[in-house]
Each structure stands twice: as structure tokens, then as C-alpha cells.
């Protein structure tokens, strides 16, 4: 079946550091791959997402590129913010058959 | 871009109490919702698969009768917890499919967050 595994956290960072967040897939058709966001006490948010190999999803400075080949999805940022502190789920969409991973818990400290 | 409400968003109730929660897409069509439980550090786990104008179709696991759902518009769907127990305390999502302008993306409601006493 369908499943996502993403990095565990929690993942402390300080301001300007660079991040990546693991995430890989197993699918057996051709899924859209999403990350969303959680900020304390809220629901979730899509940040990005990319819907065919090799499409490279981008908001707000994260970064994730569909790589078939390695069935991964990594969640990328150049310069975290205090702002971004939050937990980030990967996710998969195949034919509505919508799976997430575990989530992984951003600090990012000043 | 597609909104979805989701009401309450917080709700304290004593036990044997019934819950009804409402989820609402705000500017488009939504013939399928989507009903998540999110247990505390984490994740999503989908409850049950709502389509409008027929039975929710339910996860293995989730108990039918415990967690009735409704969908009785394309942009209104309900999850009504019954008789509720401590242990279903927990933090519920809901979204739903936009077709247009961009299919295949869920977007979520900010979720309730349930207390049993």
C-alpha cells in the first residue's frame, strides 16, 4: 500500500540555518506529492506541493522536488526563520488516497 | 484559494454527550470531505471518507455508530461524535477536495479540539 516516512524529530534550528526535512514514499500509482504545515493550536496548511517527477514545489523560501528515483520528497529552506518554528507533514495524494507522514517538529530558536 | 470552516473550534463536554462538528468549504464545491483525528505528537489518522449524497465510507478501526457523518450538501459535512468518552478526546480535522481551480489538492479545516470530561 500506499505510505509516507518522514525524518523524526524534534528538529532545533537557529535563526538563518539551513534546513532539510527527509521524506520518502511508497506508492504504487502516481502520486501528488504535498507538504503541509501546523502552526501551534492550528490545522494544516498546504505549503507546497509538486504533482509529477521532477516538478520542484516552492513557497515562502521551502523548497521540495519530486524525485521519482529515489521516491523522495525533501523539504528544504536556505535560511529558517523563528516563524517557521512549526511541525511539517509530507504527504501523498494517489487517487485520493491521501497518506501522511508522522510529522516532524521545527524549533527554530533566535 | 479554496477556504475551508470548520466549527467549533474548541468544545469541553461532559461524558455520554453527543458532539456535532461542522465543516464548511467557503467558495467552492466540495463533493468529497474528508474527516481526520490527530492524536497528540502525531499524525493524521483519516477516519472516515465523506461523499455527497451517500454513506461515509469509514476506516478500518472507526467505529460507525461512535462517529456519524453527513455530508448533505456539496458544501457541508458533519461529524457528530455520540455518547462521548474521555478517550475520545482528541484534536479532529476535516478537508475537502477542490476541483477547480487546482484538483487533487485537499485543503483543511483549523480543526476542533475536543475534551470529554
Known amino acids: 500500500g500506499n505510505s509516507v516516512t518522514q525524518m523524526e524529530g524534534p528538529v532545533t534550528l537557529s535563526e538563518e540555518a539551513f534546513l532539510t526535512i527527509n521524506c520518502t514514499y511508497t506508492?504504487?500509482?502516481?502520486?501528488?506529492l504535498f507538504w503541509y504545515v501546523q502552526y501551534p493550536g492550528e490545522g494544516l496548511q498546504l505549503l507546497l506541493k509538486?504533482?509529477?517527477?521532477?516538478d520542484k514545489g516552492s513557497n515562502k523560501g521551502f523548497e521540495a522536488t519530486y524525485r521519482k528515483e529515489t521516491t523522495s520528497f525533501h523539504l528544504e529552506k536556505g535560511s529558517v526563520q523563528v516563524s517557521d518554528s512549526a511541525v511539517y507533514f509530507c504527504?501523498?495524494?494517489?487517487?485520493?488516497?491521501?497518506?501522511f507522514g508522522a510529522g516532524t517538529r521545527l524549533t527554530v530558536k533566535p | 484559494g479554496a477556504v475551508v470552516s470548520q466549527h467549533p473550534s474548541r468544545v469541553i463536554c461532559k461524558s455520554g454527550t453527543s458532539v456535532k462538528i461542522e465543516c464548511r468549504s467557503l467558495?467552492?464545491?466540495?463533493?468529497?470531505m474528508f474527516w481526520y483525528r490527530q492524536f497528540p505528537k502525531k499524525s493524521l489518522m483519516l477516519m472516515a471518507t465523506?461523499?455527497?449524497?451517500?454513506?461515509?465510507?469509514?476506516e478500518q478501526g472507526v467505529e460507525k455508530d461512535k462517529f456519524l457523518i453527513n455530508h448533505a450538501s456539496l458544501t457541508l459535512s458533519t461529524l457528530t461524535v455520540t455518547s462521548a468518552h474521555p478517550e475520545d478526546s482528541s484534536f479532529y480535522i476535516c478537508?475537502?477536495?477542490?476541483?477547480?481551480?487546482?484538483?487533487?489538492?485537499?485543503?483543511f479545516g483549523a480543526g476542533t479540539r475536543l475534551s470529554v470530561l
Open positions: 509538486a504533482t509529477k517527477a521532477d
Open positions: 478537508s475537502a477536495i477542490s476541483l477547480a481551480p487546482t484538483k487533487n489538492i485537499q485543503y
Open positions: 467558495d467552492f464545491q466540495a463533493t468529497t
Open positions: 465523506s461523499n455527497e449524497g451517500s454513506k461515509a465510507t469509514y
Open positions: 506508492a504504487t500509482g502516481y502520486p501528488s
Open positions: 504527504a501523498l495524494n494517489d487517487n485520493n488516497d491521501m497518506r
